[in-house]
């Protein structure tokens, strides 16, 4: 049985009834010694003025932390916690509230902190890559040819794809992103998925001047049973989920790799088990609850495949909302070799009541 709770109420009326016993008390003892009644008076005033100024103390002192400790929040001191957390009471209750605001505070405003940093590092990049090219052109440094042109353009395109998927973050974060479900076939889908992948990252390496700004040499393979699979969901955001994964295992893969996009039926109607496999370094145990953070591109030795570049660590992030969007879940497989990623989205949603 856990600690027994005791409200501010039953405290304020065991108070009024021990002040009641003490006057009372001390009456009877007047009485039967013939004690003078102002004398009597006194000490039961006094007695009384004891308790309650005990029992004030107790429930006004977390109430001035509590003040203190909002008034540094509200001037952007999320470091500081009230100390009353654990009382059984009303006082506790709003204690371990106020301590949990503030941390939801602090982790926003680092999460603010690291979203700034973050995006002015990756903006930096191409830009000044962008500069680069551009004030040699200007000068006479070098030519504007065709092969100039191409590597500009690449930085462009870089910086494109960045700010559309900060784009779909703020969409993310706004929550203004309908979720349109629809009954639809799971291997032409998916097909055309891996496609337009191997297209985008071909036109990429054109674009580049063959520079290594994408990878070209991993094997995208399908893998869908039974082949007249079909499912129930959002195809946009399935797309993002399917892309932004595809994308991840590709830049991880060792040269010449494999990556395996695996299609189930699930156990409910239009329900779908989905898994990327790839065969690069794998997760530790200990990042794998972080792999779906933003901004988080892991902490393993040389995690991206020679000809990757980088990427800007919010696809996992993208495809967990897009997830959690349809109810479903996402998280890392254990796996013999590389990384598993594996997708169930719930299908058909079932009518309430």
Known sequence: MGPVTISIKTKLGTLVVVSVFITTGLLLVALRTETELRFITVFSV??????????AHGLTAPLDEMNTVAKGISHGDYTRRVRGAGRRDELGDLAETINRMADDLEAVDRHRKELVANVSHEL???IAALRAVLENVVDGVSAADPETMRTALAQTERLGRLVETLLDLSRLDNGVVPLRRRPF???PYLSGVLKEASLAASQRAVGSGSRPHTRTDVHLHLDVSPPELTAHADVERLHQVVANLVDNAVKHSPPHGRVTVRARRGSS?????LEVVDEGPG?????????FERFNRGSVPAPHGPGSDG???LGLAIARWAVDLHGGRIGVAESARGCRILVTLPGIPRPRG
């Open 269 to 273: 109607p239009g329900s779908l088990d």
């Open 283 to 291: 997760i530790p145990p200990s990042e794998r609850h972080k792999v």
């Open 311 to 313: 990427g800007t660590g």
């Open 46 to 55: 006094i007695a009384t003025l004891l308790l309650t100024q005990f029992v």
């Open 185 to 187: 076939e799971v291997w």
């Open 124 to 126: 930096r990049t191409p």
